[in-house]
């Protein structure tokens, strides 16, 4: 019992660290000294935070959707609620769960490879742009993304775009303890696609992060 409370209390302190981290990295990006908690997006990471809001402020003039970005930490697995929109007004978060690509997959439930080759089937990092409006695909209602990055250049051609999915709900994640795997395409859950697309529609930035972004590995 003391071990599993030492465990928690740790768990904590960790949570409340990266917050704290992600809180003053908000606060800087709006020039303030003071926000509200709740209202200081201290519930995404620091690190993909930090990396999406400077990318953003220095890209501004790319992105005629001012008001959401959003945030996709692959150092998560599919178990955890690892997309997170980010409301650039008032810095509140509301965080869904997302896939990766099956070729992505190295161990159940975590993306550990990813690829920008088309047939890959892996996701793939960097900053996106969303496209200016939605279509009618094979998957239903979608939002096409561009790849800004070198590792995400070809997104377009690769057909990569959000969607719903079936496999991308709790129920599926509970019942297979892990999300089901797309061909790259970051899915979402058929009652988190409105809110999303809504959000991201317009010309907005999306950011797919994971450690191996910043590493001077071969993600071509």
């Not at 003391?2 to 990006?29: Q, T």
């Not at 995404?44 to 959003?70: M, S, V």
């Not at 795997?181 to 899915?187: E, K, N, R, Y």
Request: glycine share 8%; aromatic share 10%.
């Amino acid at each position: 019992m003391a071990m599993k409370i030492l465990i928690l209390m740790m768990v904590l302190s960790i949570n409340l660290s990266f917050a704290s981290e992600s809180a003053e990295i908000w606060k800087k990006f709006q020039g303030i000294n003071y926000c509200e908690p709740g209202y200081c997006a201290e519930k995404i990471p620091a690190r993909p935070l930090e990396l999406a809001l400077d990318f953003f402020q220095e890209n501004r003039e790319k992105f005629e959707n001012q008001h959401h970005l959003g945030i996709i930490d692959f150092s998560q697995n599919s178990n955890q609620k690892r997309f997170y929109m980010l409301n650039l007004k008032n810095g509140s978060v509301k965080m869904m769960l997302v896939t990766h690509g099956k070729k992505s997959e190295t161990e159940k439930a975590v993306a550990g490879q990813f690829s920008n080759i088309e047939g890959s089937e892996m996701s793939s990092l960097g900053f996106y742009k969303t496209g200016s409006d939605t279509y009618v695909g094979k998957h239903g209602k979608s939002l096409k993304l561009y790849g800004l990055s070198e590792t995400n250049s070809k997104a377009f051609e690769r057909g990569i775009v959000i969607h719903s999915a079936d496999y991308a709900t709790e129920w599926f994640s509970k019942e297979k303890g892990r999300l089901g795997l797309s061909q790259g395409c970051p899915a979402v859950s058929p009652s988190d696609l409105e809110y999303v697309i809504n959000r991201l529609v317009g010309e907005g930035l999306l950011f797919i992060y994971a450690p191996a972004f910043e590493k001077n590995t071969d993600l071509e």
